[in-house]
């Protein structure tokens, strides 16, 4: 399960060979170093150390115990139980800050919990050495501006460049950052120390199909590997499932799905990723099936929607627009009433992608800005920041389409400021790419190459790189392109505005 490098302007991780610290480094950002290193602030007793290396304030043993389970489970996709085990960390020790930092931090999986966030910063300094700086760094990962996060995360990375976990977290956040090269630098680090670490044995088979490449055989040989690590667990399964359907391998996809549910019968990511999988293939009965029986599974307010809004994109899948776009209405209606933020982005965004005209799109994309333009409860500042970044991308990319180039440029002003403000790479992305939908309305074919290729991550954007690449006759570069697009491959309104419709019919892109 995983619920995505751009050329320039990212975050840049220096080779573990060498000098061990990283930075994040734009056109808006300047470079945060790593603090050299110091010792801790005090040695813990190693009863108090999280997996046995980490020095950690509580005298608490359950407390501990329990947010060693709590980041167990986050790294091996758990992200409920995370939370849950975090949480009962902070009953057993109502001072630990780690324990606070690491619920917030698992819980932007699932459901953000803010109280959370406030309370590990409010007790940000009763830590012990490099705890603190994991403190700061699963914080400030959730907050506007990234620096803080940087330097803390710069700093444990110069202390402990061969803790497994250190380097799985790091490298996470740098994938979810969209820095995937440096990412799976970090997880090869990794398995230097322990070859069989599932977590970025897991990570590193999404990265070789989604990115680095794509390597679609490498990929699904980190996680058949995964797979032998945790032979009784579902997700390795879950996540072969994932991936084979990514590239095209759909009776693959179907059989892996179902070992992940006779292994955990109510695994639901693994039920409702059959029904996205059924959509692909164009089997709309079947997918509504396994659709409907996720439902019946889930557990929290987003998994239903997110269920419920990838059955009412069958109908568009089916060609019967009409009837998608009502549901697709219904549900956003639902999802203001129940006041998930989250749900209500994805639910609204795929509205404006799939609206029945331009105005429409560009009214609904409004709505959306305007919810995004201050703090929204259910959101991380970082997940509004990059939410909003794509908003603002796809109200440019409508008016270049439709040559209103004032309007366009006025976008751009806004997402240049939260690039700036935030130094967040995901905002950046999109700010480039932006720029990229603006330099191919104006002519600028070469100039757009360049800044749509940041963005490569976004169906809509390797889209758009395609037809610009084909424009200026470079034919290996659309054809690069088109690869990125074609292991995109899912039932998302993004890939079905990208791919159906009329937007690219050509050979290798498989709906």
Partial sequence: ??????????????????????????????????????PAVKAAPTSQKLFGSLGISSKSVDARENLEMSLDQYENAGFDEAVMHAQMATEKDSKFALAY????????????????????????????????????FLSGAQEANYIPAIAA????????PKDKHILYLAGEWL???????????????????????????????????????????????????????????????????????????????LAHYAEALRISPTYVTSQYGRGDTYTLMGNYGAARSEYEMAMKMANNPEDMLHIELQSTLVHFWEGDSGTGRQELGELSTKATAVKNAAAQFEIDYARALLAADA????QILLELERLLSASTPGMTESERNATLA?????????????????EAQSDLEKLAKLAADSRDLLVENCYESSQGYVSAAKGDFAKAA????????????????????????????ADNALIHLKYQRAPTAEWYAATQA??????????
């Fill in 450 to 477: 360049e800044q749509l290729a940041a963005d490569l991550y976004n169906p809509l954007t390797a889209r758009e790189l395609v037809l610009v690449e084909q424009k200026l006759g470079d034919t290996k570069a």
């Fill in 175 to 253: 994938y979810f950052q969209q820095d995937f090269e440096r990412a799976a630098k970090l997880w090869t680090a990794a398995l230097d120390v322990d070859p069989k670490f599932p977590p970025a044995l897991n990570m590193l088979g999404y990265v070789y199909v989604e990115a680095i490449g794509p390597e679609p055989k490498k990929a699904v040989e980190y996680l058949k590997r995964y797979a032998d690590a945790l032979p009784d667990q579902p997700n390795p399964q879950d996540s072969l499932g994932e991936v084979l359907r990514m590239t095209g391998d759909d009776s693959g996809s």
């Fill in 153 to 160: 995360m710069n700093d444990l990375l110069a202390r402990r």
């Fill in 101 to 136: 930092a690491v619920w917030s931090f698992a819980a932007r999986r699932t459901v953000a919990a803010p109280e959370a966030l406030q309370k590990a910063k409010a007790l940000k300094n009763r830590c012990v050495g490099d705890e603190c700086l994991l403190v700061r």
């Fill in 1 to 38: 399960m995983n619920r995505v490098q751009g050329i320039r302007n990212v975050l840049v991780v220096a080779s573990l060979l060498g000098a061990p610290a990283w930075a994040q480094q734009s056109s808006h950002v300047q470079e945060t170093k790593a603090s050299p290193a110091k």
């Fill in 390 to 406: 794509a908003v603002l991308r796809e109200e440019i990319r409508v008016h270049t389409a439709n040559n209103d180039l004032n």
């Fill in 359 to 362: 105005d429409t799109e560009h």
């Fill in 502 to 511: 009329n937007r690219i019919n050509r050979e290798g892109v498989k709906p």
